[in-house]
C-alpha cells in the first residue's frame, strides 16, 4: 500500500502537523509506505523529524503568501496517481485536493476534518462550497464525536461516508522526555510554572490567562510556546497590564515535551477544539492539565474540576486552586495521565489503516 498525506505545510506550532507527523511515523514502522507532500515547503522542526525516519517530503513551493493556486491543485493531481491512498489535512489543502481529483480521477482520498468548528461550513454561502469539496472524498475521519455531529448538521453529509477516530498521542515520545529545573529555564524554585502550548490566534484564549494572572500571586508565571498572528497584540496586552516580569513567549518550540514536564500545571485555553492533539500531549506530561470549558475540550479533560469558563476569575480560581493544595495537584495530574491513555496511537493508526483498506476493496 502507497499512502500519501497532503498537508498545506508544516508550521512549527500546529496540531495539524504534528498529526501528520505522527502518524507517517507509525505507517512508516508498519512498513506502509508514507510519503508527505506540502504546498508550502518553509521549513521547521518538523522537518526535522521526518527527515530522522527516512520519510519522503514533496515540496511544491515554497514561502508563498497565497497556496489558492490552480497550479498546486494540477501539480497534486499527477502525484496522487502514484499512490493508492491520498489522504489530505486542514484548509487550503482540502480544497486543492479536491480540485485536483477532477484532473486525476483519483478516487481514494480520505480527509481529516480536524476542528469542530468550521467557519466555511457554518457560513450560508461558503456551506454550498464546503459540501461540494466534502464530495469529492470517499472517507471523511472526524477526529471526535463533535467534530462528526458539526459536519453532518452543517454540511448534510451521509454518515456512510464518516468516520470518527479520535486523535491520539505518542505517550513514549512523551515520556521519554527529560524536564529541565526551573533554574535552567531561568526561574525560581519556588515560581509557581504555568504553560500553554498553542499556536498564537485568536481562536485560542491567550488573552483570558493574561487577565487571570492580575488576581493570581507575583510568583505565578505564565508561559506561551508558540508563534501566530496575535502575538503582538498580546505582547501589548501583557505591556498595558505590567505584567513584563509574568508573562514569557517562548516562541516555538522544539522541546515541549520537556517543558510540558518541566512546569506545574499544562493548560489550554481556547474558542473551541476538535480533539486536540496539545490537550492529549500535556495530559500525558504527568501535571495536571486544565482547560477550557468548551466543545472538544470537555470530551477530552472530562473532569470538571479541571475545566474553567473562558474568563478571567473561573481561570484564576482554577489555578489557585493547583497552586494552594498539594494534594489535589497530585491527584489531578494523575487524572489527566489515566485519561490520555485512553488515546492510544497504535490503536488509532489500527483504525486507519482499516480505513485504507476498505477503500481499496471497493
Not at 183 to 210: A, C, N, T, W, Y
Not at 218 to 224: H, M, P, Q, R
Not at 326 to 343: G, H, L, T, Y
Amino acid at each position: 500500500m502507497k499512502v500519501l498525506q497532503i498537508i498545506d505545510s508544516l508550521p512549527n506550532t500546529s496540531g495539524g502537523a504534528r498529526f501528520v507527523v505522527n502518524l507517517t511515523k507509525q505507517l512508516l514502522n508498519r512498513n506502509i509506505m508514507c510519503d508527505v507532500l506540502l504546498i508550502d515547503g518553509k521549513k521547521s522542526h518538523f522537518f526535522d523529524e521526518l527527515n530522522a525516519i527516512g520519510a519522503n517530503v514533496i515540496i511544491l513551493d515554497k514561502n508563498q503568501r497565497s497556496r489558492y493556486r490552480v497550479k498546486y491543485a494540477i501539480q497534486i493531481s499527477k502525484f496522487m496517481k502514484n499512490y493508492d491512498i491520498v489522504h489530505v489535512h486542514v484548509f487550503p489543502a482540502s480544497y486543492l485536493v479536491a480540485f485536483a481529483t477532477f484532473f486525476s480521477k483519483h478516487q481514494s482520498v480520505v480527509f481529516t476534518e480536524h476542528s469542530s468548528f468550521n467557519k466555511r461550513a457554518a457560513h450560508r454561502f461558503f456551506r454550498n462550497v464546503e459540501r461540494q469539496v466534502y464530495g469529492r472524498f470517499q472517507i471523511i475521519v472526524c477526529l471526535s464525536e463533535q467534530v462528526f455531529a458539526f459536519i453532518r448538521k452543517n454540511l448534510n453529509t451521509s454518515e456512510l461516508k464518516l468516520r470518527i477516530i479520535e486523535n491520539a498521542v505518542d505517550g513514549d515520545a512523551v515520556s521519554q522526555a527529560v524536564p529541565y529545573s526551573k533554574e535552567v529555564l531561568g526561574f525560581k524554585q519556588d515560581d509557581f510554572l504555568v504553560l500553554m502550548s498553542s499556536r498564537l490566534d485568536p481562536d485560542k484564549r491567550h488573552d483570558v490567562l493574561i487577565e487571570s494572572l492580575k488576581l493570581l500571586d507575583d510568583n505565578v508565571k505564565l508561559l506561551f510556546a508558540g508563534d501566530g498572528p496575535t502575538k503582538k497584540e498580546l505582547q501589548q496586552l501583557v505591556k498595558d497590564s505590567n505584567l513584563c516580569e509574568r508573562v514569557f513567549f517562548l516562541g516555538a518550540r522544539q522541546d515541549i515535551f520537556r517543558l510540558m514536564k518541566s512546569v506545574d500545571i499544562n493548560i489550554l485555553a481556547s474558542n473551541f477544539e476538535g480533539l486536540s492533539l496539545a490537550a492529549l500531549e500535556a495530559m500525558s506530561a504527568g501535571k495536571p492539565f486544565i482547560a477550557s470549558n468548551v466543545e472538544g475540550l470537555d470530551f477530552v479533560v472530562q473532569e470538571a474540576r479541571l475545566l474553567f469558563e473562558n474568563n478571567p476569575v473561573s481561570a484564576a480560581n482554577k489555578i489557585r486552586l493547583l497552586y494552594m493544595d498539594r494534594v489535589w495537584r497530585k491527584n489531578a495530574a494523575e487524572i489527566s495521565i489515566q485519561r490520555s491513555k485512553d488515546f492510544d496511537i497504535k490503536r488509532m493508526t489500527d483504525k486507519y489503516i482499516k480505513v485504507y483498506e476498505d477503500i481499496l476493496k471497493k
